[in-house]
């Protein structure tokens, strides 16, 4: 591709590269310098690319591996461990469900993704869901969901256990859904 | 019904379905987990519910890649 051309593709998904870096960060400083190394890279290996992917595609490839590298930049940092421990901690007492192990409240139906998702609306409350999450909780959820990195690699990275990350995983999951529960589907605007 | 209902979830609570549907879109669940986990969804509409709303949000997410 040529690189003027490139340059002008790269830009319009400037905005996007930078969402998913500060969702998966929580450090604006550090997402724009992610974003910024990942656009420097792309521009350096233009040539690398087919086409036969979506620029977007290719750019958020990159991305994911300046994330992981920002990450594990991070985890040197020893605080980290500390605060997964607070995060997995599955004995605590869990208020989705009863003592016999029922549902507190039962998940309603949510219909069919295809309508749902195409709505903008959707997608900012989801934003502001995935925000709410805490801080090492969201990194792992988003480095599974959509970085789409599998879990072995995720472990490797982080240096935790299968265990602590199915813990992890099923906590965002559940306040995912609970947020999206409360904050979209028991009310959903212009339905 | 109520009986079954009660015998099953005895087996494998809401809690613990609820678990392992999230592990089964991380690892391959054992022949054993995914029989309790049939059984269980068969008779439970919150659970079925559950387990697509986990679906829902995969897509949901994966969306942010494409």
């Not at chain 1, 040539?47 to 994330?67: C, D, M």
């Not at chain 2, 879109?25 to 022949?31: K, M, P, S, V």
Request: overall charge neutral; hydrophobic content about 40%; charged content about 25%.
């Amino acid at each position: 591709m040529d690189a003027t051309l490139l340059t002008a593709e790269l830009d319009r998904h400037r905005r996007y590269l930078l969402r998913v870096a500060q969702l998966q960060l929580r450090d604006p400083d550090l997402a724009e310098d992610v974003v910024q190394e990942t656009l420097v890279a792309a521009l350096g290996a233009c040539e690398n690319f087919s086409g036969r992917s979506s620029v977007k595609t290719w750019l958020t490839g990159i991305l994911k591996h300046k994330i992981v590298d920002a990450i594990r930049q991070k985890q040197r940092q020893p605080i980290v461990m500390a605060t997964f421990e607070a995060e997995t901690d599955l004995d605590e007492f869990d208020p989705m469900f009863k003592d016999n192990g029922a549902w507190e409240a039962r998940p309603s139906d949510w219909g069919d993704p295809e309508t749902t998702l195409s709505r903008q609306e959707f997608m900012t409350i989801m934003d502001l869901c995935l925000e709410r999450l805490p801080a090492n909780t969201a990194r792992v959820f988003l480095m599974r969901e959509v970085m789409g990195l599998e879990t072995d690699e995720i472990c490797k990275e982080l240096t935790i256990t299968a265990n602590n990350l199915w813990v992890i995983l099923y906590r965002a999951r559940m306040a995912l859904r609970q947020c999206l529960e409360q904050n979209w589907f028991s009310n959903p605007p212009g339905r | 019904m109520d009986a079954l209902f009660h015998k099953l979830t005895h087996v494998l609570s809401c809690k613990e379905a609820s678990r392992l549907l999230s592990q089964g879109q991380d690892r391959a669940l054992t022949a054993g987990e995914r029989v309790k986990l049939w059984l269980h969804l068969r008779i439970c509409i919150a659970c079925t519910r559950f387990s697509q709303q986990l679906a829902f949000m995969r897509q949901a997410l994966a969306n942010y890649r494409s």
